[in-house]
């Protein structure tokens, strides 16, 4: 018999890499972790994972198994939800993962909504940068993610539910003294040779810039990076270098010194949703959460 714990250290070895990094996530030590792959291969009768100096990779059985790993977690994640509509689930407690804008946007407006349409639900909120809010529903730190489609990880994972909340366009912003200052839209081709400030690699946004450039011809030269889109402004206002933001994250920034104007023809895209484990989003405590977000994003 296979135990469903063991199958979700399988994945969470196959997502991390490293027997390290995989405890890490799930709170337990290596030794423990490697102690229960070895019963996993006891109890399946295979070589599931393979280790060499580069971390450790799944074998092809192990990817077998995998495979069907998800489908039997999705399914005790639906199993789980309905016990907990049986013994009603009218209180407890969901965290929820979000970058900061997201915070601002959707996720602090929905708890407010849920203290007084579901008091008894208590959200916990963890502000995670980049792409590292999934990787968190995946291991079981958190419930709920608001994360944004980023390259090689939009929202098409098998293992997790998304829900769509919102999408908003990406603005230039150059310094007062910049050449296109007076323009009404800026070409992003026109600032191929500037100097540009932007997230670090890692951060969905990072992405988005990179391929806007792109998609006009050309590598952006990334001199300064941050990842929070005041310090980006602030330094653009230096006259270091032009940058492009997501427009919410304009909001309550110091925009002296600098100019923002709406990139000319298809604006980059920050596209944003709501991810939840497979088979958890009828959860009694988290749809209530998933619905207060759509309606949210409806509102901002």
């Known amino acids: ?13 196959a997502d991390h890499r490293t027997v390290t990094a995989a405890a890490a996530a799930l709170h337990l030590t290596p030794s423990a972790v490697s102690q229960q792959l070895a019963a996993l291969e006891q109890e399946t009768g295979h070589r599931l994972v393979e280790r060499g100096a580069r971390g450790v990779r799944l074998t092809p059985a192990g990817e ?3 495979s069907h790993t998800n489908a039997v977690l999705a399914q005790l994640e639906r199993a789980e939800a309905e016990l907990a509509a ?4 009218s209180a407890g407690t969901v965290t929820v993962a979000s970058f900061a804008t997201g915070i601002a946007e ?12 579901a008091p008894g639900i208590r959200i916990r909120v963890q502000d995670a940068e980049g792409d590292a809010s999934l990787p968190m529903v995946l291991d079981r730190q958190v419930d709920v993610a608001v994360a944004v489609e980023y390259r090689g990880a939009s929202a098409d994972d098998p293992r997790l539910t998304h829900l769509p909340l919102y999408a ?5 912003v150059v310094p007062v003294s910049h050449r296109l200052a007076d323009a009404a839209e800026v070409p992003l081709a026109e600032l191929a040779k500037d100097p540009w400030i932007g997230p670090y690699p890692g951060n969905p946004c990072h992405d988005v810039v990179v391929l806007a450039c792109e998609h006009a011809g050309f590598q952006p030269r990334l001199e300064h990076s941050s990842d929070d889109f005041r310090a980006v402004v602030a330094l653009a206002a230096a006259d270091v270098g032009v940058a492009l933001v ?25 596209r944003v949703f709501a991810a939840v484990r497979r088979g958890a989003e009828e959860h009694p405590l988290i749809r209530p959460v998933l619905d207060a977000l759509g309606e949210a994003a409806e509102q901002a």
């Open 168 to 172: 908003e366009p990406f603005d230039a």
């Open 86 to 89: 049986y013994g009603s689930g």
């Open 64 to 66: 077998i198994l995998l």
């Open 246 to 270: 997501p427009r919410s994250a304009l909001r309550g920034t110091d925009l002296a010194g600098v100019v923002v104007r709406p990139v000319d023809g298809a604006a980059p895209t920050r």
């Open 106 to 117: 959707v996720v602090a407006p929905a708890v407010a909504r849920l203290a007084r349409s």
């Open 1 to 13: 018999m296979i135990e469903a714990r063991r199958l979700h250290i399988l994945r969470a070895v």
